[in-house]
């Protein structure tokens, strides 16, 4: 009975999970039925315009990827299948409905012992954790260490939630929330890493180039609006398109660059009031700590900054993936949320789309290696969920099939690849330490200007 109320409310997808349970959460923590209702609806409303927007990129660009592939005759066997593939068979694995208590009591007992001041509400989104613990069970055939993997996986992205809170705050304005999981945290060290370099070397490190200087230098022709349809131009003339393609996908980018931040609104509108509330009944009972509510990444994809590098992305990723030694993955169906991958390197960056280009390229280049070393996984979380039309069939995804925190579990449980676990350990290790001593030093200003 617990197993199928599990599976119909998952079911329901973000759209409608997300909503109930803030509406919840909001009671719980003492808000007015109508209030809590209210923002639940809004935040529901502004995921289905996330959703169309989205939708509006695969349908358009979705296409115009794949022609750019056989225009430039890129012959990669395994299509990426995205986040819209590999949730649902996460979600049909036999760890799924167990990780969500899982990672909920995790989240619990670090809250408890003051490990994180994350407070996840995003339900869905621990599919992420899933993954991983879905991976390691395939890999090595023990439940225990499928838990493990869920275990590590969810403390981890709860203390980048922590790490990240001033970029999430400073950046991107988003008072009292973080963002503790998706690909926009785990690939946030590799940006922290890359921004080091680059601060240490002498011009590179006063290059500076942002959607708004663009639009300052230019005017009009630099307006968010006019840079997309730019980008679409771009993106039909590579994919072959005749004119009137080019000019129609011109129009759709440019369309995804202003409804983008606009459906964004109505989340803000619903979370301001309960982020507010739950901050202040938190501090209260739990002696003033400054708690956060961890919410989706696709918060981020609103910021002007963001769109701008997911447009620029989206033909460099297919030019990323014809580099990288060794990859088969052809980029396809993450293409369309491509802005989830360099979202927080953007407020790393503080907005300095010559960084995030660079940073980009490392986190694509490594996401695609790491992706095409878990195809088998992959494939056979897709057989288990019988989500294969063809039992030759080879699955990949670029969105937790290529994330770091996944490949890294599985390796050291397995060894089957030292090297690989050797390199990605030791880059993705140093960005997570400078990390971690850059979250400490802005902690550190903070607590010196209390005193002043």
Do not use: C
């Not at 663009?214 to 994919?239: D, H, N, S, Y």
């Not at 739950?278 to 696709?298: E, M, N, T, V, Y």
């Not at 460099?316 to 491509?338: C, H, K, M, Y």
């Amino acid at each position: 009975m617990f197993t199928e109320i599990m599976r119909y409310v998952l079911d329901l997808g973000p759209t409608v999970m997300l909503p109930i349970v803030i509406i919840i959460f909001s009671l719980i923590l003492g808000m007015k039925l109508g209030d809590a209702f209210k923002s639940g609806i809004h935040i529901g409303i502004g995921f289905v315009g996330i959703g169309l927007v989205i939708g509006l990129m695969l349908d358009s660009i979705g296409p115009a990827a794949k022609a750019m592939a056989e225009a430039f005759d890129i012959n990669l066997k395994v299509i990426d299948v995205g986040w819209p593939g590999s949730s649902p068979m996460t979600w049909a694995s036999q760890i799924a409905l167990i990780a969500i208590p899982i990672a909920i009591g995790v989240n619990i007992l670090m809250l408890v012992t003051r490990l994180t001041r994350v407070v996840n509400v995003d339900i869905w989104n621990i599919w992420h954790m899933t993954f991983t613990g879905a991976l390691v069970h395939i890999a090595t055939g023990s439940y225990t260490f499928a838990i493990l993997g869920v275990v590590v996986h969810a403390a981890f992205v709860y203390k980048l939630g922590d790490w990240f809170a001033k970029d999430t705050r400073d950046f991107f304005g988003l008072e009292g929330i973080a963002i503790p999981h998706g690909t926009s945290a785990y690939m946030g060290p590799i940006a922290v890493l890359v921004d080091t370099i680059i601060e240490k070397i002498p011009g590179l490190n006063r290059i500076h180039f942002s959607s708004d200087d663009v639009q300052k230098r230019f005017g009009a022709f630099g307006e968010p609006v006019t840079v997309g349809f730019i980008m679409g131009i771009v993106i039909g003339l590579l994919a072959g398109y005749e004119l009137k393609a080019v000019l129609q996908l011109a129009v759709k980018t440019a369309a995804v660059m202003l409804l983008m931040p606009r459906v964004i609104k109505p989340i803000m509108d619903g979370l301001t009031p309960i982020a507010r509330h739950a901050r202040s009944k938190l501090q209260a009972k739990f002696g003033g700590q400054d708690f956060l509510i961890g919410l989706d990444p696709a918060l981020l994809l609103g910021h002007t900054a963001v769109v701008s590098a997911s447009l620029i992305f989206i033909p460099l990723t297919i030019l990323v993936s014809v580099l990288v030694p060794g990859n088969q993955v052809l980029p396809f169906g993450d293409l369309a949320t491509i802005g989830f991958f360099v979202a927080m390197a953007v407020a790393i960056h503080q907005g300095n789309l010559f960084r995030t280009l660079i940073s980009g390229v490392i986190i694509m280049s490594i996401t695609l290696w790491i992706a095409t070393q878990t195809i088998g996984l992959h494939t056979q979380l897709a057989a288990n969920a019988g989500a294969l039309s063809n039992s030759g069939n080879l699955v990949a995804s670029m969105d937790q099939g290529g994330s770091p925190i996944t490949y890294l579990m599985v390796e050291a449980l397995t060894l089957k690849n030292i090297a690989g676990i050797a390199v990605i350990g030791v880059i993705y290790g140093l960005g997570v330490f400078l990390t971690w001593r850059r979250a400490r030093r802005f902690a550190n200003e903070a607590m010196t200007e209390q005193k002043v």
